[in-house]
């Protein structure tokens, strides 16, 4: 016959049991409410960092939007000029047969290029590209001729009028041991005379009138060496 054992509790030790059950559950709750917390701080970075890009996007796009609608017309027709000229002297490159020449008002060097054959097709060709001011026709000019002559080739030009003002300048850049220190020189100059070596960069400065409004331009072009 199995004996059956009744543990009988004193008081104090049911309020023990209960008081850590109490504590226990404390602290579970006390763990859920703190992660909550961090939830929340978490989804309102988050949130912040959305809400700061949105705003970054729709800056950039308005201010994107009012210097396309600043530059309209005659400035539009400039600036694509301007887009040529910097593809041009972005492609140049030290070449032999092509010296760079260059002063305040016109420039000359070799450049890679495309042209249409007679069936439509692009070519790719090695060129002469040139930029000067005209000043009897106060505009702009830039012309391209094939480096090697053939019945077919012919001088390509294209011209911006009218253009009150023009400068063109070279940044040259060298470097040099003297006396065991190194020499370095830097700047902008209105000429360019060394024929064996080309520019690191070329800057063109122009003006011209726009709805009786004079508007200045420029456009820098750092040069891959």
Not at 104 to 125: N, R
Not at 217 to 225: E, Q, S
């Amino acid at each position: 016959m199995r004996r059956i054992k009744i543990i009988k509790r004193t008081k104090d030790q049911r309020l023990k049991t209960k008081g850590n059950v109490f504590s226990l559950q404390s602290s579970v709750f006390s763990l859920k409410k703190s992660f909550t917390i961090i939830e929340l701080l978490l989804a309102a970075s988050i949130m912040s960092m959305v809400a700061l890009a949105v705003l970054s996007t729709f800056g950039t796009g308005l201010r994107a939007f009012e210097r396309v609608q600043s530059f309209g017309g005659f400035q539009a027709d400039v600036l694509l000029f301007l887009e040529g000229f910097e593809r041009d002297a972005r492609n140049t490159f030290v070449f032999s047969g092509v010296k760079f020449k260059g002063d305040s008002q016109s420039m000359s060097f070799a450049s890679v290029g495309t042209k249409l054959d007679e069936e439509g097709g692009e070519l790719i060709t090695l060129g002469e590209k040139s930029y000067y001011f005209d000043s009897s026709q106060n505009a702009l000019m830039g012309e391209e001729k094939d480096y090697v002559q053939t019945a077919s080739s012919d001088i390509r030009s294209q011209r911006i009028a009218p253009i009150k003002t023009v400068e063109f300048q070279y940044y040259s850049y060298s470097k040099a041991t003297e006396d065991g220190e190194e020499k370095i020189e830097s700047g902008w100059q209105g000429t360019w005379t060394d024929e064996e070596n080309i520019p690191r960069g070329v800057r063109i400065l122009l003006t011209f009138d726009d709805g009786g409004e004079e508007v200045s331009l420029a456009r820098t072009v750092f040069i891959p060496t």
